[in-house]
Nanobody, 123 residues
């Protein structure tokens, strides 16, 4: 089982980034996908999640209207489009997968995790 997050980097405030989460080794189409972020000394924070068909999506309050989660089942890949980035969006972003049809914001409910990709928003 593998989840590979990528696409992080340094971006100026107001800029955009798109993160990718490539999945392998399990039936990706049966799993909900979540994105979380973490900064030093803080707990992992919910960012976004979508169900197996991406028909249902949920976002953390701090990213609503700026971030969009999507998935491409044919490519076994999920995405997080991040626009209007702010310095407080800085952190390590993780993707996770959960065998369920009910999306959740709770990190401990997810079965598989990727290694994280660093996003730094700074001028």
């Amino acid at each position: 089982v593998q989840l590979q997050a990528s696409g992080g980097g340094l971006v100026q405030p107001g800029g955009s980034l798109r993160l990718s989460c490539a999945a392998a080794g399990f039936n990706y189409g049966d799993y909900d996908i979540g994105w979380f972020r973490q900064t030093s000394g803080k707990e992992r924070e919910f960012v976004a999640a979508c169900d197996r068909s991406a028909a249902r999506r949920d976002y953390g309050d701090s990213v609503k209207g700026r971030f969009t989660i999507s998935r491409d089942t044919a490519r076994n890949t999920a995405y997080l489009q991040m626009n209007s980035l702010k310095p407080e969006d800085t952190g390590v972003y993780f993707c996770a997968a959960r065998l369920s049809s009910v999306i959740t914001t709770t990190p401990t409910s997810y079965d598989y995790w990727g290694q994280g990709t660093l996003v730094t928003v700074s001028s």
